[in-house]
Nanobody, 115 residues
Framework: QVQLVESGGGLVQPGGSLRLSCRVPRNIFSRYTLAWYRQAPGNQRALVAR???????NYADSVKGRFTVSRDSPKNTVYLQMNSLRPDDTAVYLC?????????WGQGTQVTVSS
């Protein structure tokens, strides 16, 4: 059973920042592309940001310039730094690990942006 363990969600005011973390098993971290997705009520799950094992990144247009994805090899952890948060960023954020036909998900962490 592969477990991706997310943390760092919460309630933040518009314009604020949060950093999400996802701890990944070592054998997964070294081989898999890691990503963050989000899902708001009534919406489909959507890619937020992705980082390859080589460090290449890509972002959803709606978060470019505000969010940064990174990976910390010694800690086997992928981060999502979220700045200038807006109410429409409110969603459950899920960590994902993908390699070839293998695809794993974390349990999700709630991010709520509200005054």
């Amino acid at each position: 059973q592969v477990q991706l363990v997310e943390s760092g969600g919460g309630l933040v005011q518009p314009g604020g920042s949060l950093r999400l973390s996802c701890r990944v098993p070592r054998n997964i971290f070294s081989r898999y592309t890691l990503a963050w997705y989000r899902q708001a009520p009534g919406n489909q799950r959507a890619l937020v940001a992705r980082i390859t094992t080589g460090g290449d990144t890509n972002y959803a247009d709606s978060v470019k310039g505000r969010f940064t994805v990174s990976r910390d090899s010694p800690k086997n952890t992928v981060y999502l730094q979220m700045n200038s948060l807006r109410p429409d960023d409110t969603a459950v954020y899920l960590c994902n690990a993908n390699w070839e036909r293998n695809n794993y998900w974390g349990q999700g962490t709630q991010v709520t942006v509200s005054s």
